[in-house]
């Protein structure tokens, strides 16, 4: 009995020290990050060893001079951001708006070819994205609508499409038939069931995907550099952020700033995402 108490006591507290481990691994560099956004580049200068910021040391000018356009002398991260909310909402919208009664289809509707379909879905990321990059940028060239935002939406959709009526098909198919062929017995069509019943039942997972969703049109650079790198004005911020980096004039306090604005929007949206994920489920089974 002491040998059991003495491996449970030491796993215990291997485990917690783990845990510690990586959680300093993640979080440090995020705070160390945040740390220089907020600092002149000549105190990061004269004291590079500091983990913390004096309170005589905290400025903003590193965000002002970000944000602000670059005919005033900033970065014009501010018009980035507003470009990449665009195009990540609009991305969001419409590939869920495609992907709820697509997914409900595959799950629930028999028809030939279903099983085919559902594989094809998960084929499309088995190519590298470049595979489709170059056609892309030769079509859209051709087309003359290559320098556009919309176009930008247009790829970011017909790439999450796929994965996102797969992940949404999985979790559709583990809502009982049994209340749909209820609402059926009481007169309701397949589109009010899937508003009605399906939709809320399945919230969840439709926020997690329209998370996901988002992650990937904010975060993608590939497709933003080859449509819009001619136009500034319509540049992302992942764009944005890289040519930031490329600037040798800029400092590294002014690009650890750009980098807190890339990744701050995304890290409020997993909390608040996570929420609703939570809700979502103890509603489900306090109704159930």
């Known amino acids: 009995m002491s040998r059991i108490l003495v491996q449970k006591r030491t796993f215990g507290t291997l485990r917690w020290v783990l845990i510690a481990v990586l959680l300093v691994a993640t979080v440090f560099p995020f705070y160390y990050m945040l740390e220089l956004s907020f600092v002149p580049i000549e105190q990061v200068l004269l ?6 910021i004096p309170i005589q040391n905290f400025t903003l000018e590193t ?8 005919e005033d ?3 014009g991260f501010a018009q ?12 969001v919208i419409i590939t ?4 709820v009664p697509g997914s409900y289809a595959v799950s629930r509707l028999k028809f030939f070819g279903r099983r085919q379909i559902s594989a094809l879905f998960l084929a499309v990321y088995l190519f590298p994205t470049i595979i489709i990059a170059i056609p892309l940028f030769v079509g859209f060239s051709a087309l003359g609508i290559r320098e556009s935002l919309a176009t930008l939406v247009l790829v970011y959709i017909a790439q999450t499409i796929p994965v996102s009526i797969h992940m949404l098909r999985s979790y559709m198919r583990s809502i009982p038939e049994s209340v749909e062929e209820a609402a059926m017995m009481d007169g309701a069509g397949r589109l009010r069931i899937l508003w009605k019943i399906t939709v809320p039942l ?9 998370l996901y969703v988002f992650m990937i049109a904010w975060n993608e650079f590939l497709f933003a550099l080859l449509f819009l790198a001619a136009d500034r004005d319509l540049w992302t911020v992942s764009l944005g952020l890289s040519q930031l980096s490329n600037g040798i004039e800029v400092s590294k306090t002014v690009l650890m700033a750009g980098s807190v604005l890339l990744t701050v929007p995304i ?5 608040l995402a996570e929420r609703s994920l939570t ?4 509603s489900g089974a306090d109704k159930g």
């Not at 965000?63 to 670059?70: F, I, R």
């Not at 399945?202 to 329209?210: E, K, Q, R």
């Not at 809700?279 to 103890?282: M, R």
């Open 47 to 52: 004291h590079p060893e500091r983990l913390w």
């Open 63 to 70: 965000y002002a001079q970000v944000l602000k356009p670059e």
């Open 73 to 75: 002398g900033g970065q």
């Open 80 to 91: 980035f951001m507003l470009n990449s909310a665009l195009v990540a909402i609009a991305a």
């Open 96 to 99: 869920l708006i495609v992907s």
């Open 202 to 210: 399945a919230m969840p997972s439709i926020v997690s995907t329209g």
């Open 267 to 271: 890290i409020i949206l997993y909390g």
């Open 279 to 282: 809700e979502g489920l103890t």
